[in-house]
């Protein structure tokens, strides 16, 4: 992703931080908010992924389905991961922006 794109992910209503990492590891390779933090989100992410991926390959009627994002909604903000080309994407926002 370029800097101009991922710069460009702040201009989401409700924006809160947002990352890039490696889908192989949950390594943390881009960060717009404080790293320690976001290497943990991170490695989070990682871990949601691929246990979500692993639920997918033992369902029999999603075995085929490709997994496109997981969303973790809390009271107050809302994260979305999406995995494309063994990146990690990570959002964080308000869940005032939904409103």
Partial sequence: MSETTFE?????TGHISSFTASANDGKLV???DDE???EKTALAAYQLLT?????GKL???????K???ITVTFPNQFHVFTV???TIYGVERS???LN
């Fill in 59 to 65: 369902t029999p009627e999603i075995q085929q389905d």
């Fill in 36 to 38: 320690l933090n976001t």
């Fill in 67 to 69: 997994l496109k994002r």
């Fill in 8 to 12: 460009s992910l702040a201009n989401i």
């Fill in 84 to 86: 494309s080309n063994d």
């Fill in 51 to 55: 246990d979500a991926t692993l639920l």
């Fill in 30 to 32: 881009q960060s717009s």
């Fill in 95 to 97: 869940t005032s922006a």
